[in-house]
Structure formats: structure tokens, C-alpha cells
């Protein structure tokens, strides 16, 4: 018995692949013309060098390497002569760009994700629903990352310079950097978020985890009003949890103050804390509530069958079956509280200002380019967390017998 094959055509050179890509090459001519002040021209050049270039790597590369190599080089040279070591760079960029595009045009790879029964609309949504994911998660991301090299701004700017454009290495310093490591007005705001973070974190994660168990079980009654009060600060715009945090939290200064004879400053940490542990209870719920779905119940009976107590069946069995989502919601806990400023002006006073406080204090106040330093370091360790967490995640699903997707 012999498997019949279905061969899908080579697409059209000059109906389809040279116009898509020179539609690709009029889009980026546009952004480069108009950085040159001359858009309508840099629509037309791109247009045609998008179309040149397909057609040459087509007819005369067979090798994708090599040709996606030879494009970003002549895009390169290209730039280099137009704009220096800056185009040199984008013009690189935009081959590699370029190429990928055409190879992947003629070649029918733009069908390699749809069966083969599907019809050209089907092809046509599938790739441009493809394409609108991209420019979603472009125009999320995009922010951040421009952030990142205005950081090393060599000038007190928050705008790139000409310098920078250039790629001129003057253009470019650790000097913001310095500043945030030096400063006391820095320093100070930097040891707080590491001062209260951590412990709000872990009455975050004592409280969620337990909360997370309880409503867990069945025989709770009214458990879910219970769990819609536990996390309605996720709901609650934040402002509102602010306000009604400021007069609750007042009265308990004034508690541990005049009745406990707690210092001023002592009292105002202990209120962040519990302020912040507030804000981390419902995602350390949810995420242990998520790996609690799947857990097999039979265990704890069988822990206790063989003499276990609860509190022995909750640390050798249960706690290291659900340990991903119970660090993952502390993980999620701790960048609520270090990231918060709302509640904390609310709260707080300025003994306990944390690092946003301070952030927002250096746009309020003085426009301070160290603010551009402290959100890349506050980005790379966001970056590092979600990691964190995307494999605690998958080993919470081999735990539990699922395959990772």
C-alpha cells in the first residue's frame, strides 16, 4: 500500500513573492525616510531594493545560509554608507529581515502550520492572525525595551541623543548607574523594598497557602463568597484599597504606638508590611489553588491511614506536591510589594519611602536619568522572576503527570 503525498506548487516569483516582499521593503523604507525627513522616497527605494533583493537570492542562492547572510551583508553595506556604524547595524537587521521573508514566501513555508486541505482564506487568516500576535507582543514590548539603552544615556536626557543614534561610544555611559549605587537618595529607598518585600511576601505566601488548602476542601460552606472577599484587592481598583487601607492602618499606628509603645518608624514598616501582604494574599490563592486542582486527594488518606497527623501530612506530603504554586505565588507576592507605590503613600511616611516611591518622586519633582538605571535593573529582575516561574511551572506539571507545553 503506498502513501500518496501532496505536493504543494512553488508560488509565483513575480506574482507573489517579489510583491509581498516589496510591500515589506515599502513599510521599513517608510520608517527609514521618515527618520530622514524624505518619507515618500524611502517608500518607493525600499519597495524596489525589497524586490531587487528577493529576486537576486531567489535566482541566485539557492542556499537560505548563505543567502540570508549575503542579504543582511549588501543591506549592511547599504546602511553603513547612508548612516554610519547606526545603519551599518539596522541595515544588517533588515536583510536578515528581507531574506528570511523571501525564502520563506517561495519556499510555501507560510503553509507549514495549516493542513493541507486548507483554502487560500484559511492560509491568508492563519498568517495574518500570526501576524497580528506579533505586533501585539511588539507594541507590549516595545516600551520596555527602549527603556534600556536610554539607560546608558552618556548626556542627563531622556531622549537619545545623536550620539546614541550613532552609535557613538560617547554617546554612552554607566554613569546612571553609578549614581543609583552611590546615591543615599537611592540607597535608602533601594533597602526598604528589600526590607519590606520579603516579609510581606512570606505572610503573603503563610496566609495564601492556607487559605488556598481550606478552600479547597468541599465541606467549607461558602467557600466561594470567602474566596470572592479574599481576593477582590486584585479587583478593587487600587486607589480604593489605598484609601480604605489609610484609615484602617491609622488606628493601628495608633494601637502599637500608644499601647505597645512601638517607635514611629517601627509602626510604619509593620503597616506597609501587613498593607502589602494584603495586595500578595490572592495571587498566592490563586496559584495554589490552580496546583491544588490537580492533587490527588488519596494521598493525605493514605498519610493518615499509616498514623501521619495533619500537620505531618501537610509538610511530607502535600507541601511538596503544591511547593511550584506556592513559590510561584510568593514569587508573584514579592513583585507586587516591591513594584507598589499607591498604598505605600498611603500608608507609609517617608521612612519607609521604597524604590517606586522614589521613582515617582524623581518624575514628579526633578526629572532624575538614574529613574531610566533603576527600571532596567527593575526589568532584568522581572525577567529573571517570570523564568523562575515558567519553570517552576513546568515542574509542577511533571508532577503532576502533565506533558509541558
Known sequence: MSIKTVNIPTPSLTGFTLPINAAAGALLGYLVGTAKHNPLPGVVLGALFAAALAFVLIRFAPSRAAGRIAGAVITGVLGAVLSGVAGLVFGGIVGLVLSWLAYWLHSSDYRASVPVYATKGDVLWHNTFRLICGLIFFFLIAPIVVVIPLSFNAEDFFTFTPAMLALDPEGYSLKHYQDFLTNPDWLRPLKNSFIIAPFATIISVSLGTLAAIGLSQSHVP?????????ISPMIVPLIISATGMFFFYSRLGVFLEDTLHFSKDLSGYIKVILAHAVLGIPFVIITVTATLVGFDR????????????????????????????????????????????VVVLFVGSAVQKTLPWQMFIGLREQISPTILAVATILVAISIALLATLEMLRRRSERLRGMSPT
Open 222 to 230: 461558602g467557600r466561594r463568597a470567602i474566596m470572592a472577599v479574599l
Open 298 to 341: 488519596s494521598l493525605t488518606r493514605a498519610a493518615a491511614n499509616m498514623g501521619a497527623g495533619p500537620v505531618r501530612t501537610f509538610f511530607k506530603v502535600q507541601m511538596p506536591l503544591i511547593l511550584p504554586g506556592v513559590i510561584s505565588g510568593g514569587l508573584f507576592a514579592f513583585i507586587t510589594s516591591f513594584d507598589e507605590v
